[in-house]
């Protein structure tokens, strides 16, 4: 379960489902404290056709906020994304890319390029991990999903158009940094697991099992999903866990606590993921007193 998830975060950086209008998707939490209410949000950073429209519960509190508050927001300033894939996604002159490793290991990679219709030596000086990025956003695109449908542009976009402020919580430099922390060895292993997951056919039903859980607001395939995260031993799986969700975890609910004491009716859209499981935000802001209740 850990491919999938981390280029679902990285997604914002860059099958079908059937619903009717007025379906539930994602998760939907109201949170409470000090007179004023935030709805929080948890979305998907890639998306089809069949997301739209949201329901009406988010669409109207969307129209009706003082703020949307997200992890970031892509409409603001895009030369942001270049500068931070120059400082923390390529490699240096001089350090090896994949092309300077084994044989073997080479062929996979190149193979896998091939197979995504991407040119090798256009990837050749990308660190490991934007490599392994790339080859899974590519075979995304392939099934469908599209950056510019991402839920979090959606909610953006609707925000703009309700002459509602947006907010970020995180920037993008920083979370590239995060992949950026990385070892070596650990980038390496980050893009052989990517191949691996490709080569095998899990990435596509690991992403089908998490488009399912979020397009039906499933609470229980949600939860699934969360603890096959923090069970995950892997490279990528103990980074996804450590780094991608609890590290974050804590200093999101710091900003959205901070939020709702000054706003009233403020709406705060993050990655699903970081609303489940053991350390979820909802969980961290519940444990500040805060009232905090599930709507689906």
Avoid: C
Wanted: aromatic share 6%; proline share 5%; net charge neutral.
């Amino acid at each position: 379960m850990r491919r999938p998830i981390i280029v679902l975060f990285l997604s914002l950086l860059m099958l079908a489902l059937p619903p009717a209008w007025g379906a539930e998707r994602g998760a939907l939490f109201k949170v409470s404290g000090s007179g004023h209410t935030m709805y929080l949000f948890g979305t998907m950073h890639v998306g089809l056709p069949e997301f739209y429209p949201l329901e009406p519960r988010i669409a109207t509190a969307i129209q009706n906020a003082s703020t949307l508050a997200l992890e970031v927001d892509l409409m603001q300033d895009p030369a942001r994304l270049g500068a931070a894939m120059q400082a923390h996604a390529m490699l240096a002159p001089g350090k090896p890319g994949f092309r300077e490793r084994s044989p073997a290991f080479r062929q996979r990679v190149e193979q896998a390029l091939k197979k995504a219709k991407i040119d090798p030596a256009a990837v050749a000086r990308f660190k490991p991990w934007l490599v392994a990025t790339t080859l899974t956003l590519a075979e995304y695109a392939a099934e469908g999903y599209q950056a510019e449908l991402a839920v979090d542009i959606k909610l953006a976009q609707m925000a703009r158009a309700s002459k509602v402020p947006v907010i970020e919580l995180e920037s993008i430099a920083t979370q590239f940094a995060m992949f950026d922390r990385l070892g070596v060895e650990e980038q390496w292993a980050f893009l052989e697991e990517s191949v691996d997951m490709m080569e095998s056919g899990k990435q596509r039903a690991e992403l089908r099992q998490i488009v399912d859980a979020w397009g039906s607001a499933d609470k229980a395939a949600l939860d699934a999903v969360a603890a096959k995260v923090e069970g995950d031993t892997s490279v990528s799986g103990k980074f996804m866990q450590q780094v991608l969700l609890d590290e974050r975890n804590g200093p999101l609910a710091e900003k959205l606590a901070a939020l709702l004491a000054k706003q009233d009716k403020s709406v705060a859209a993050i990655g699903v993921l970081h609303l489940v499981g053991k350390n979820s935000v909802p969980a961290l802001l519940g444990a500040k007193g805060l009232t905090v209740e599930r709507v689906y």
